[in-house]
């Protein structure tokens, strides 16, 4: 890395910010997609989602349902006039599970690592998400994954269920961040991916999702179409590793997230 600023914040694992590249569209028609995104979320899940969960789990087919979300999610970014943009899907093995370690700038990020990482995924999330009506019931049908980090036994108890999915038939996606960034902020890392991913052996693929910061940032109330660039970086092994290695994982993933953001404009 030839950005020593850059290098000592990746190697202390704290914030570092981006410059943010900003719309050039009106304020005003900012405000009025925003909303319509909320809207368009609103119904998707009560007049789509809501009735499927219930047929779902009244014939006992809850893995049906996943189907019915990834449509859902790329609906719900085409309402907000969000394009997706995928490279790297060539250093994905067809017959390889993984742990995604992403980015987390804003709302968009969660459907569109969902939806767009050309695997069949889990994701961990907060557990603030078991409050939204509709949603928080249906995270359970396609192993969405809250943590509870006030309580340690509660956390551990996810990460042991995060465990079980990922040996099965799926990858698993965490925000490392374990919060939405501020626009042009990458916040420090939190270890709990990659423990889980020490524990099961799991290559990981950092990821570096791009533009949805100006597209739907955190404290914007503002959304704009645009392309967001979701870039699937090459695998970084983790077998033969142990806890004591965790502080150089950490450090390899971040960093290769951080130099691909910091190309980012």
Known sequence: MKNFPLEEAIKKNEKITFPVKESNKSCFVGKLRYWWC?????????FIALPTMIFLWIINRRLWF??????????????????????????????????????????????TLFAHAGRRIGLVAKKELLKVPVFGQGMGFVNIIAIDRSNPERALQSMNRAETVLKGSYSFG?????????????????????????????PIIPVAIKNTDWMMGKKTGAAYAGTIEMVLLPPIETKNLTENDLPDLLKKVRGAIAEELSMEN
């Open 38 to 46: 909320w809207i368009s979320a609103a119904v998707l899940l009560l």
């Open 66 to 111: 996943y189907p019915l979300c990834l449509r859902g999610a790329k609906a719900w970014l085409k309402a907000c006039g969000a394009k997706v943009k995928v490279t790297g899907g060539k250093n994905l093995n067809p017959n390889e599970n993984y742990i995604f370690i992403s980015n987390h700038r804003s709302y968009l990020d969660t459907a």
């Open 174 to 202: 965490v925000f490392a961040e374990g919060t939405r960034a501020l626009p042009g902020e990458l916040l420090p890392f939190k270890k709990g991916a990659f423990h889980l991913a020490l524990q099961t052996a799991a």
